[in-house]
């Protein structure tokens, strides 16, 4: 009975012992439980933390970025502005170059045209040039004339002298059959003219000088050839050359004689 008793004893305090046992188990498992419920939850809270911390950082991004999106757009709106007036300034630049093309068109024209003006003008001037080195060789002949003149009006009223007592001669000799030789004349080429072949030389009427009369054109006391009075002034005659080669030889200044052979042809009488 005791042995059973005993049995049962052991029985009860290995129950009360099971008992304890799986209480203690529970209440560990419980801990446990509660422990990592908490741990989780604490996770979860930390995480939430973390998360809305990293939302505000992610906002804060978010906000960054849309107003850098906003200055970009505002940026891109000014290169827009900006590319239209460049379009505006290439055009107006363009029209301009294409004003100065043809201005410098024009411009060419005109220099042409200027050019042209000059060449004429510069024609004009050789013109007037070539008239004015005219103008004083006919002056150079005009005072070489001039001088001639003076020459000769000294030399007239001696002649005058000569002639009036040659004449005297003269007139009985024709009286006695003779015929006098005509005074000689000298003088000197005032001008040649190349282009009809004739000289103009200082002995006019009043030396004497008359048409058909032969002069001998002198230089160094040789005879160069001859010429022939065709037109008579007053101080000036004009005399055709007997040769045409004759031109290239002689030159302003060459004295001419009155021709020994010219006389004066008798005066018949009925």
Not at 190 to 202: A, G, K, S
Not at 243 to 258: A, F, M, N, P, Y
């Amino acid at each position: 009975m005791k042995n059973i008793i005993n049995i049962l004893l052991i029985a009860v305090l290995l129950a009360a012992i099971g008992a304890s046992a799986w209480l203690f188990m529970q209440k560990e498992t419980e801990k446990s439980r509660r422990i990592q419920t908490e741990e989780k939850l604490w996770q979860e809270k930390v995480s939430k933390k973390k998360s809305a911390k990293d939302l505000s950082a992610a906002e804060k991004e978010r906000d960054y970025l849309q107003k850098k999106i906003a200055q970009s757009k505002e940026a891109a709106a000014a290169l827009e502005a900006e590319l239209v007036r460049n379009k505006k300034q290439v055009k107006t630049i363009s029209d301009k170059i294409s004003q100065i093309n043809s201005n410098t068109s024009q411009s060419k024209a005109k220099a042409e045209q200027t050019k042209k003006n000059i060449e004429l003008l510069s024609n004009n001037i050789s013109e007037v040039a070539s008239g004015a080195v005219g103008i004083k060789e006919q002056f150079t002949m005009l005072q070489k004339t001039k001088a001639a003149l003076k020459k000769h009006l000294a030399s007239y009223r001696k002649d005058k002298k000569r002639e009036s007592v040659a004449a005297e001669a003269g007139l009985e000799g024709i009286q006695q059959g003779i015929i006098p030789l005509r005074p000689i004349l000298t003088g000197e080429i005032l001008t040649i003219n190349n282009e009809f072949n004739f000289i103009v030389v200082d002995l006019g009427s009043d030396d004497g000088t008359e048409e058909g009369m032969i002069l001998d054109i002198v230089r160094d006391d040789g005879i160069l050839g001859q010429a022939k009075v065709e037109t008579v002034r007053t101080n000036i005659s004009a005399a055709a050359l007997s040769d045409k080669e004759l031109i290239t030889k002689i030159r302003s200044g060459d004295k001419v004689v009155t021709s020994q052979g010219a006389l004066l042809a008798p005066e018949t009488t009925e």
